[in-house]
């Protein structure tokens, strides 16, 4: 079974900082572009930032920048996106994706872009 399992979500203060991580299972991660995106209630799905996953080229959207790393662990199959300084802006469900018919990480980070999701994980930044 093809899955992408997020975790590491929670509720943090503002200024805190969280890493999410994207397990891959049934299929590797090599060759691919890795998405992370969030939805906060009543918004439309961003693309927060991306992977080539072969590469580790990584592209990030402008709000984030200086504050979210993503990473990736050829041995465990799995992405990270480091997040420090939390804002309460932040605040989402925030899932993880893979592009595999384009296997590029490219700016905008389209959601349209990524055919395979995980089912997403809880960021809460309140004080």
């Known amino acids: 079974q093809l899955q992408l399992v997020e975790s590491g979500g929670g509720l943090v203060q503002p200024g805190g900082s969280l890493r999410l991580s994207c397990a891959a299972s049934?299929?590797?991660?090599?060759?691919?572009?890795i998405g992370w995106f969030r939805q906060a209630p009543g918004k439309e799905r961003e693309g927060v930032s991306c992977?080539?996953?072969?590469?580790?080229?990584?592209n990030y959207v402008d709000s984030i920048k200086g504050r979210f790393t993503i990473s990736r662990d050829n041995a465990k199959n799995t992405v990270y996106l480091q997040m420090n300084d939390l804002k309460p802006e932040d605040t989402a469900v925030y899932y993880c994706a893979v592009d595999w018919v384009r296997a590029v990480c490219e700016a905008p980070i389209s959601p349209r872009d990524y055919e395979h999701w995980g089912q997403g994980t809880q960021v809460t930044v309140s004080s």
């Open positions: 992977i080539d996953y072969s590469s580790g080229s990584a």
């Open positions: 049934g299929f590797t991660l090599d060759y691919y572009a």
